[in-house]
C-alpha cells in the first residue's frame, strides 16, 4: 500500500520516528515543503529471525527524495540567538519539578498515542499501530523490558525502590484496552496490526507469574478475551460467505471462460481471495493471542464457556474447506496462513482443555461427541500440520485425563457419557499412538535437522558479511564527508591514483562510495546501495523461513514427548499437608532439629505408598500395551541416541539457538523416557530387536529390550559427546536403575570406571550446570549400585573417587560476585556426595575396614564447617527449597559424625 501525506499530517509518522526512521531516512517534519512518502508493508506470519527472533509485523518505512533542508541566513542566525539566550536563563531543576515532568511527559506521551489509536481516520489508526509494532510493541523491545521485569521481581526482596519507568509502558492499561478495542476495527489492516501488537505482548512480556489483582490481568481475562472471541467469530462468518462467494464466481467462470466477461470475472475472483487471505491471517493471529492469554493468566480460562470451545472447534473443519477451495482455483500459494490458524486454534483447545476439570465435566453429552469427533478427525487427517495434530492430540489427552482416569475412581457420570468415554479411551489407544509412533519412526520427511542448521550458520554469515561491509562503507564516507573535500580535488586525486597505477581493489570501492555519496544522503549522509538492500532483505527473509522451519520441527518433536510422557506419568499421590509441615512459612533456613520426626513421619508415609505398577488402572494398562505393540519405547531411545550425538557429528560451532533447542529437545526426552520406564512398559521384558550393541569398540551381547536399554545409554557416553548430552542420558541411566533394580545387576566394571571418571574429571566452566548436573548424576547412580551387596575393592574405588571430588571443590567460598555461581555449584556437588557417603556407611555391615583407611570420619570433620559456610554465603541466591535440603544434609553429618566417633 502506497500512500501520499502530506506536510500538515506529518504527525502520521511521529511514532515510527521513536527507533525505526533514524535508520532508514533523515526527516526534517519541520519543513513545510517537504512531501513524504510512506510505505507500508503488510503483515505476514511469524517468521523468527536467528538474529532477534522476533515476529515481523508490520513496519514503517519512510523514504523522501529531497535532501535534508539546511536553515540558511538570518533564519539560522536567530535560532542560535534564541538558543543562547536559552542557554543563558537555564537554571537547576528542583527534584519534585524534574518528577513532575517526567509523569507529565509519560501522560502526554501515553494520551497521544491512544488518541491516534482511536483516530476517525483509519490512515491515522493503521499509521500509529503499524509504528506501535515497530517500537513499543517489537518482539525485541518487550523482550528487553520483560526481562528487566523479571531481575526486578527477583532482586525485590534484596532492594529497595521502585524502578525507572519509560516515557510509555507496554502494559499500560489504558493503552492495552484502546489495542483491544482496536481487534474490531472495520479496517482489517487496522484490526490485524492491533492484533499483531497484542500477539507480541502476550507473547515476549507476559512471564507467567502476573499477580491474579494486577491491571493487566483484568484487561486480559475482562476485555481481550471476550473481544477475542467476537473478532474470530466474525471473520469465520466472513470467511464461510466469501467461500460461497468465491464458488458461485468460478462456475460462473467456468461458463464464461472464453469472453471478456470471464476476464473481469478472474479479477473479481482474485480479490475475494485477496480478502479471504487477510481474515485468515486475522484469524490465526486472534488464535494465536488467545492461546498466550489462555496460558499466561489462569483467571482467562474463567472467562470461556462451552460455546467459545464450540467457536475453536469450528475453525478446523473450516480449514480443510478454505485448503481444498484454494487447491481448486490454483491459490496454493495464499495456504500458509490458513495452516497456520488450524494450528493456533488447536493449540488453544489444548490450553484450554488441559487440567480445567471444571470446563470438561460441564460439557453436555452431545457437544462432548461433537467435540470427541472433531479432534479425532483431525488427528487421522494426514494433510494438517505436525502442530495442528499434536495439540488435538494434546486436547483428547487432557480429556482421557478427566472422563477416563478419574471416572475409574471416582463413577459420577450417567449412562450417557459411556459413548463418548468408550470414544476418547479408543482414539488415545489407537490413533494418537499411531500418529506419535509414526512421527518417530519417520520423522518429518520433508525437513532435515542437520541440513537446516547448517543452512542457517550459512545465510547467519552471509549476513553478517554484508552488514559488516555497509558498515565499513558507512565509515568511510562519513569519514570522507567529514573532511568536506570539494569536487573538483576528489578528481584530481583519482586522476593522481590512476597515474601511479597503485589502484586496489579496497581504493576503488572508495572511490566508487565518494561519487556515491554526492547523489543522495541518508540517516547519517549516506543511502545503502538498492542492490546491496535487496539482497539482504532477501537472505534475511531466506534466514526467517529456515529458522521458522528448525523451531516448528523440535517444536513438534518436544510437544509429542510431552505427550508420551503425560500418558506414562500415572496417578502420583502428593500429601501437601506433610510438605507444608516440613517446610513452614518462615524466616529461618536452618534445619530444626524438630524437624526429625516430620521427616521421618514423611519417609514412612512415602514408603507406604504403593507402586505405579499397582496403582495403574485397566486403562493405563491398555494404553501401555499399546505403546509396547507400537514398539514406541526402542524408537525414543533410538530417537534419543541420533539427538546426543547430532551436535558432534555437525563439527561445527552451532548458533546458540540451536544449542538451547537441542538441549530442550533432550530434556524433554530424557523426561519422557524416565517416565516410560517408570511405568513398567511390558516391552522392557520382551526379546530385543538387536543381538548386539556396539559400545566403544566392543561388541555387547543383548538379550531382552531392558539389556537393550541399559546399554544404548551406555553408548552413548562416548567421549566426542559434550557434557549437555552426557547429562541428559545419566538422567536417564539413574531413572533405569531406581525404577529396574534388575539393570544393576548388568553394571560390570568398565561401566563403574567409566562413572567414576564423570566424577573425577576436571571441571568445564565452557558447559557450567550441565558438566555439574552430570556428575551429580553420575554420584547419584554410584549411590545406588553401592546399596547392592559389593566387594571391598569396589567399595575403596568408589570411595576414594568420591572423597577426591569432595577436596577439590569448584570454587572457594568467596565474596566476589561473579564466583556465587560456581559456590552454588559447588554446594550441590557437595551435598550429593556427602549423602551417599552417609549412605554407604551409615550401616551396621558397612566397609569399616575401607571407612577407616580412608579417613572418611576425618574429611567429614574438615569439610563440614566450609559447607555451613557455603550455606550462608547462598542465602541470597538460592531458593527455600535448596537451602532447606543443604541445611538438613549439615544436619545430617554432623549426626553421623557423633554416631561415628560414640561407635
Not at 531392558?706 to 559434550?722: G, K
Request: overall charge negative; hydrophobic content about 35%; proline content about 4%.
Amino acid at each position: 500500500m502506497r500512500l501520499l501525506l502530506s506536510p500538515a499530517k506529518y504527525y502520521l509518522v511521529e511514532i515510527a520516528l521513536y527507533q525505526y526512521c533514524r535508520q532508514e531516512t533523515y526527516v526534517d517534519t519541520s519543513s513545510y515543503n517537504t512531501w513524504f512518502v510512506l510505505y507500508v508493508r503488510r503483515p505476514r506470519p511469524p517468521q523468527p529471525s536467528i538474529f532477534t527472533l522476533a515476529l515481523h509485523y508490520p513496519t514503517i518505512t519512510i523514504r523522501t527524495n529531497q535532501t535534508p533542508p539546511t536553515a540558511m541566513g538570518k533564519q539560522k542566525r536567530n535560532k542560535s540567538k534564541r538558543g543562547s539566550k536559552q542557554q543563558r536563563s537555564s537554571k537547576p531543576v528542583s527534584g519534585d519539578v524534574a518528577t513532575s515532568s517526567a509523569n507529565n511527559e509519560e501522560e502526554k506521551g501515553a494520551s497521544t498515542i491512544i488518541s491516534k489509536i482511536r483516530h476517525g481516520d483509519p490512515r491515522v489508526r493503521h499509521a500509529a499501530l503499524v509504528g506501535l509494532s515497530s517500537t513499543l510493541f517489537h518482539s525485541s523491545s518487550l523482550s528487553a523490558v520483560a526481562l528487566k521485569k523479571q531481575r526486578q521481581q527477583h532482586q525485590q526482596g534484596h532492594t529497595k525502590g521502585g524502578a525507572k519507568k519509560t516515557v510509555v509502558d507496554a502494559s499500560d492499561e489504558t493503552l492495552l484496552r484502546a489495542l483491544s478495542e482496536r481487534i474490531l476495527d472495520v479496517d482489517i489492516p487496522c484490526a490485524t496490526a492491533a492484533t499483531g501488537c497484542l500477539s507480541n505482548y502476550v507473547s515476549f512480556y507476559c512471564i507467567g507469574d502476573t499477580e491474579e489483582s494486577s491491571p493487566e490481568t483484568e484487561v486480559a481475562s475482562e476485555v481481550m478475551v471476550p473481544i477475542l472471541f467476537q473478532r474470530i467469530q466474525r471473520s469465520l462468518d466472513k470467511i464461510v460467505s466469501l467461500g460461497s462467494q468465491i464458488e458461485s464466481s468460478i462456475a460462473s467462470k467456468t461458463a464464461t471462460a472464453t469472453s471478456s466477461a470471464g476476464a473481469a470475472g478472474s479479477s473479481a475472483i482474485d480479490k475475494m481471495f485477496a480478502f479471504n487471505t487477510e481474515q485468515w491471517f486475522l484469524v490465526s493471529l486472534s488464535l494465536q493471542t488467545l492461546a498466550g492469554l489462555i496460558e499466561n493468566f489462569p483467571s482467562v480460562v474463567e472467562r470461556v464457556s462451552v460455546s467459545s470451545l464450540s467457536t475453536l472447534c469450528a475453525v478446523i473443519p473450516l480449514v480443510e474447506k478454505s485448503i481444498q477451495l484454494t487447491k481448486n482455483s490454483m491459490e496454493e500459494r495464499n495456504t500458509h496462513c490458513i495452516l497456520d490458524a488450524s494450528s493456533n486454534a488447536s493449540r488453544a483447545i489444548h490450553s484450554l482443555l488441559d487440567d480445567n476439570i471444571a470446563i470438561i465435566t460441564s460439557i453436555q453429552p452431545n457437544p462432548l461427541t461433537h467435540i470427541v469427533t472433531e479432534l479425532r478427525n483431525t488427528i487421522a487427517n494426514v494433510s494438517m500440520p505436525h502442530m495442528t495434530r499434536l495439540h488435538a492430540s494434546g486436547a483428547l489427552v487432557s480429556l482421557r485425563k478427566v472422563l477416563v482416569l478419574n471416572e475409574e475412581i471416582n463413577s459420577s457420570r450417567g449412562r450417557e457419557y459411556d459413548a463418548v468415554i468408550a470414544a476418547v479411551k479408543s482414539c488415545t489407544d489407537d490413533t494418537v499412538i499411531d500418529l506419535l509412533s509414526n512421527l518417530f519412526e519417520s520423522g518429518d520427511n520433508n525437513q532435515n535437522p542437520s541440513q537446516l542448521v547448517l543452512r542457517m550458520i550459512e545465510l547467519s554469515n552471509k549476513c553478517q558479511s554484508l552488514k559488516q561491509d555497509e558498515m565499513m562503507e558507512s565509515q568511510i564516507v562519513s569519514e570522507v564527508n567529514a573532511r568536506k573535500e570539494p569536487a573538483r580535488m576528489i578528481a584530481r586525486r583519482q586522476k593522481e591514483l590512476k597515474e601511479s597505477n597503485k589502484v586496489k581493489a579496497e581504493n576503488e570501492d572508495m572511490v566508487g562510495d565518494e561519487k556515491g555519496t554526492m547523489l543522495v544522503e541518508e540517516k547519517d549522509g549516506l543511502e545503502k546501495s538498492d542492490a546491496t538492500e535487496s539482497q539482504l532483505g532477501d537472505l534475511k527473509d531466506e534466514l526467517d523461513g529456515v529458522v521458522k522451519s528448525w523451531r516448528e520441527l523440535i517444536g513438534s518433536y518436544k510437544l509429542a514427548l510431552e505427550l508420551i510422557a503425560n500418558l506414562c506419568s500415572g496417578r502420583e499421590v502428593l500429601d501437601d499437608d506433610i510438605e507444608d509441615a516440613m517446610y513452614p512459612d518462615d524466616d529461618e533456613h536452618m534445619w530444626d532439629s524438630d524437624d526429625e520426626a516430620k521427616l521421618v513421619s514423611a519417609a514412612n508415609a512415602a514408603s507406604a505408598m504403593p507402586s505405579m505398577e499397582m496403582t495403574c488402572s485397566p486403562s493405563e494398562r491398555d494404553t501401555f500395551v499399546s505403546m509396547a505393540n507400537k514398539q514406541l519405547l526402542a524408537r525414543i531411545l533410538a530417537f534419543f541416541r541420533s539427538w546426543v550425538e547430532f551436535v558432534s557429528k555437525l563439527n561445527v560451532g552451532v548458533p546458540a539457538l540451536v544449542a538451547e533447542d537441542v538441549d530442550e529437545l533432550l530434556s524433554t526426552c530424557a523426561l519422557c523416557l524416565g517416565n516410560m520406564v517408570a511405568c513398567d512398559l511390558p516391552s522392557l521384558n520382551e526379546p530385543s530387536l538387536k543381538k548386539v550393541i556396539m559400545v566403544g569398540d566392543q561388541e555387547t551381547p543383548v538379550t531382552d529390550c531392558l539389556d537393550m536399554f541399559w546399554w544404548d545409554l551406555v553408548a552413548a557416553l562416548s567421549p566426542n559427546v559434550l557434557d549437555g548430552p552426557k547429562a541428559h542420558v545419566t538422567s536417564v541411566m539413574l531413572a533405569l536403575l531406581r525404577h529396574q533394580p534388575k539393570v544393576r545387576t548388568i553394571v560390570n566394571s568398565t561401566v563403574l570406571d567409566l562413572l567414576l571418571a564423570l566424577i573425577t574429571q576436571q571441571y568445564n566452566a565452557d558447559e557450567g550446570a550441565n558438566n555439574v548436573q552430570m556428575k551429580c548424576n553420575a554420584i547419584s547412580i554410584i549411590g545406588l549400585l553401592c546399596s547392592e551387596p559389593h566387594p571391598s575393592e569396589v567399595n575403596a574405588k568408589v570411595c576414594s573417587a568420591l572423597l577426591e571430588r569432595l577436596r577439590s571443590p569448584l570454587s572457594s567460598a568467596s565474596d566476589d560476585s561473579a564466583d556465587r555461581e560456581k559456590t552454588k555449584q559447588s554446594l550441590v556437588i557437595m551435598h550429593d556426595i556427602l549423602d551417599v557417603l552417609m549412605d554407604m556407611y551409615g550401616g551396621d555391615d558397612s566397609h569399616d575396614e575401607v571407612f577407616n583407611q580412608q579417613d572418611i570420619l576425618g574429611h567429614f570433620q574438615r569439610c563440614l564447617p566450609g559447607f555451613k559456610r557455603r550455606i550462608k554465603k547462598s542465602v541470597t541466591h538460592s531458593t527455600r527449597e535448596e537451602l532447606d535440603t543443604w541445611n538438613e544434609t549439615a544436619l545430617n553429618c554432623s549426626r553421623f559424625i557423633k554416631y561415628k566417633k560414640e561407635g
